[in-house]
């Protein structure tokens, strides 16, 4: 059974620091693309970052890149998300999720096939 269990989401003043942790298990995380999304009340899920399986490419949402950083541990099933300098506009429930065997990385919500059930991250003061 495919599970991916997202954790780290908390409250924190702007300008501090989360790692999101998503562990995956049921299947074999180096083999899958992996993204991480996020949706704010009132707004539609969008993609913030995701690491290839292939190669290990990644790519950033243009408002996160050189403060957010995507990173895999094959031996411990587990995607991070370092997250630096947050903003309030950061505040979302946050998700990651799982593409298809053999896919690359998309930004398209409807690409992934199997999410988590979500962390919570408050950037405020």
């Known amino acids: 059974q495919v599970q991916l269990v997202e954790s780290g989401g908390d409250l924190v003043q702007p300008g501090g620091s989360l790692r999101l942790s998503c562990t995956a298990s049921?299947?074999?995380?180096?083999?899958?693309?992996i993204g991480w999304f996020r949706q704010a009340p009132g707004k539609e899920r969008e993609g913030v970052s995701c690491?290839?399986?292939?190669?290990?490419?990644?790519y950033y949402l243009d408002s996160v890149k050189g403060r957010f950083t995507i990173s895999r541990d094959n031996a411990k099933n587990t995607v991070y998300l370092q997250m630096n300098s947050l903003k309030p506009e950061d505040t979302a429930v946050y998700y990651c999720?799982?593409?298809?065997?053999?896919?690359?990385?998309?930004?398209?919500?409807?690409?992934?096939?199997?999410w988590g059930q979500g962390t919570q991250v408050t950037v405020s003061s």
């Open positions: 049921g299947f074999t995380l180096p083999y899958y693309a």
């Open positions: 690491i290839s399986s292939s190669d290990g490419s990644t």
């Open positions: 999720a799982r593409r298809s065997r053999g896919y690359g990385c998309s930004r398209g919500r409807n690409d992934y096939n199997y």
